[in-house]
């Protein structure tokens, strides 16, 4: 993968002409369009956090990522920290909010993609935190 060009559509129909399997095309191309969405994010989901990104993305795309796109310097710690690392399940459900107050809907959808963001964010704490975000936050109440 790392002789093939960063650019997803490029590196397909190279793979495709290598007459790669349909598995190994997808994946390939799946891997360079996650590296590169994260590289044009910003800062919340670029290399520096491959814990965050491998939850996102998976570990072994992120591991492909980090090999294609890290600095030289930066690549050794990178892998360390992906290293028998499993990405953890996140604690909260939109049944979970409902239960504390959140009307069924859209919102719950919302509030729990703004929850799960702080918890990447955070490097994945434990639940204790997550209950103490969405008081802080007062996500549980209704606009």
């Known amino acids: 993968m790392a002789l093939l060009p ?12 290598l007459k790669l399997s349909r ?3 997808r994946a390939i ?22 814990r965050g990104f491998a939850y996102r993305t998976g570990v072994d795309s992120a591991r492909d990522a980090a090999l294609l796109f ?9 892998l360390e920290a992906l290293e028998g690392w499993q990405p953890p399940v996140f604690p909260l459900t939109g049944g979970d909010l409902i239960a504390q107050g959140l009307k069924p809907g859209p919102l719950v959808a919302k509030t729990l993609a703004k929850i799960e963001t702080a918890w990447i964010a955070q490097g994945f704490p434990d639940e ?8 802080e936050q007062a996500l549980t109440r209704q606009p």
Do not use: C, M, V, Y
């Open 6 to 17: 960063k650019e997803a559509d490029k590196a397909s129909h190279i793979a495709k002409g």
């Open 23 to 25: 598995k190994q095309q």
């Open 29 to 50: 191309g799946e891997r360079l369009l996650a590296a590169q969405k994260s590289n044009e994010s910003g800062p919340e989901t670029s290399l520096a956090d491959i």
């Open 70 to 78: 890290a600095d030289d310097t930066a690549l050794p710690g990178l």
């Open 128 to 135: 204790a935190w997550i209950r103490k975000f969405i008081k």
